[in-house]
């Protein structure tokens, strides 16, 4: 069970390097930065749970540790309906060799999302890592205690069981949108894992589906390991809203967003996403719209809110840098056409002259927004333009509206290739073939294709050259022997330099 633990000398060290009894305390004291690392197998009552469950802490004697809910259902436990599993946090992705598992992880959950392709192939996900089907097999046996294909499974019956207790959904739509393909192949995983029907979570007395006082909205939690620090969070994407299709008021984040899964049609909707502390958790409410891909909605807010990261593992990385500010992470994007298109308007201008720019590409390409269910907030009623759209504008049509000519090429190509297929910007791409395919793009160098694989691809270990504020923030000069200079600081940040780039650029604000 990998996963960064400290000891009293402050050094972090693998859970694997220590005995039961360790995390038997992490149990006891209900410590939050283990949400997620293990789940605890009682033999008493056949149940696992997640280190953070409030229910009596059961005897040491009864307690199995196991590194994932997969391998703790393998040996024969079903979940805890108190703590409920499948809200515990995910694993942060890198690119060292020891966290290959933890990446095919999350692609197999985003695949179960709707968000990518599994299908229970391994050579989609292997390929995808670099690594042939049978190492994938071997090192993800070795990383959770069991197969890919077991933790899919263990992935669909999770998903299930929260649509199942936190909405109305029919019964059928729950199995579809879990990833089964059949409502009979889900009752019968049901009945295997766990020992009952699905809709018997419907009829336990402390599990209602939560819903906003009309009924009309979905309300979920989705929890991450503390510390987190939301202020700096909201306030990066309050500095790049786009007015009319992202907000930031009164503590939340709202945005209109464009989702479909793999070849159907695109569901256009709104979000709202507010810190709930006490709970260590983010709040999202979704418009109604998104029933048929709720799972793939979520998913993508635990990764533009970097719900995944273990901000004890990157802070011993990055050492001072992080000190006193060690709850930062890392700011994704919900669309990787838009995040690319945000990012080449920003090319040598400041964030808030890229705003104006987004701003005004949008309200001459957008798509006008109408809901059946009207949100609970005004001011929201633009969708970013498409790939598609964008991919049939001409130069003029972009630069007429102060946007550089170049640019305005660079976008149009980036359109293009996003249509053709050559250019993958999903947050399974390719991190190599996504780069190669954007520099491949006049206009577009590594400092754009490194800013994008960092936001958009959610990559840990991006450091853009030649960023001003970067080497400001590092007190170097704007020259090649500055960003030689800095590149060799980066290194003892490795393989979490973009968290670095967060905290440099977060040190320029606090010292103004």
């Known amino acids: 069970m990998p996963t960064a633990i400290e000891n009293t000398s402050g050094e972090t060290k693998s859970l694997r390097s220590f005995p039961p009894e360790v995390c038997y305390q992490a149990m006891k004291s209900h410590d939050a930065r283990f949400d997620g690392r293990f789940f605890v197998g009682v033999a008493s009552t056949k149940i696992y749970c997640r280190p953070i469950c409030r229910v009596k802490l059961p005897l040491f004697k009864n307690c199995s540790f196991h590194p994932s809910a997969a391998a703790a259902e393998s040996a024969g436990f079903r979940p805890c309906l108190k703590c409920r599993p499948e809200l515990a946090p995910g694993f942060a992705a890198s690119e060292a060799s020891t966290t290959l598992a933890r990446t095919a992880a999350r692609l197999i959950e985003n695949a179960v999302a709707g968000v990518g392709k599994f299908d229970d192939d391994l050579s989609t996900i292997a390929n995808r890592i670099g690594v042939t089907d049978r190492h994938l097999r071997r090192i993800f046996q070795s990383e959770f205690g069991v197969s890919p294909v077991q933790y899919a499974q263990t992935q669909r019956l999770l998903l299930a069981k929260r649509l199942l207790t936190d909405t109305a959904l029919p019964v059928a739509n729950v ?93 256009t909707g709104w979000l709202q996403v507010r810190h709930a502390p006490t709970k260590n958790s983010l709040e999202i409410m979704l418009s109604p719209a998104f029933a048929p891909v709720i799972a793939g909605v979520l998913a993508h807010v635990k990764r533009v809110f970097d719900l995944h990261a273990d901000p004890v593992e990157i802070s011993a990385a990055l050492g001072t840098l992080a000190k006193n500010a060690n709850g930062v992470r890392l700011p994704g994007a919900f669309d990787g056409f838009e995040l690319a298109v945000r990012a080449v308007l920003g090319q040598q201008v400041t964030v808030k002259a890229a705003r104006t720019l987004a701003t005004r590409f949008v309200a001459a390409h957008g798509e006008a927004i109408a809901f059946d269910v009207a949100p609970p907030f005004d001011g929201l009623n633009y969708a970013f333009p498409t790939a ?64 994008i694989a960092m936001r958009a691809l959610s990559w840990p270990d991006a450091f853009p050259p030649q960023d001003v504020a970067l080497l400001n923030a590092l007190q170097l000069p704007n020259t090649t022997k500055g960003q030689r200079e800095a590149d060799a600081i980066a290194e003892a940040w490795r393989p979490w330099r973009s968290y670095a780039v967060m905290h440099l650029w977060r040190s320029l604000e606090t010292n103004k």
């Open 388 to 451: 598609s759209k964008v991919a049939q504008l001409t130069q003029d049509d972009i630069a007429k509206h102060g946007i550089v000519s170049a640019r305005a090429n660079a976008i149009i190509a980036i359109a293009q290739k996003v249509v053709s297929s050559e250019l993958d910007l999903s947050p399974n791409a390719s991190l190599e073939a996504a780069s190669v395919a954007l520099q491949s793009i006049k206009g577009i160098g590594p400092w754009t294709a490194h800013y």
């Open 175 to 267: 199995a579809f949108a879990s990833g089964f393909s059949s409502v009979r192949r889900m009752n019968t995983l049901f009945a295997e894992r766990y020992g009952f029907a699905p809709t018997r979570l419907r009829k336990e007395t402390d599990v209602t589906p939560s819903a906003n006082s009309s009924g009309q909205f979905f309300t979920f939690n989705l929890s991450y390991r503390p510390p987190y620090d939301w202020d700096w969070m909201l306030s990066f994407f309050e500095k790049r809203a786009i007015p009319s299709v992202e907000a930031v008021v009164d503590g939340s984040y709202r945005r209109i967003l464009r989702l479909a899964r793999d070849g159907e049609s695109a569901i």
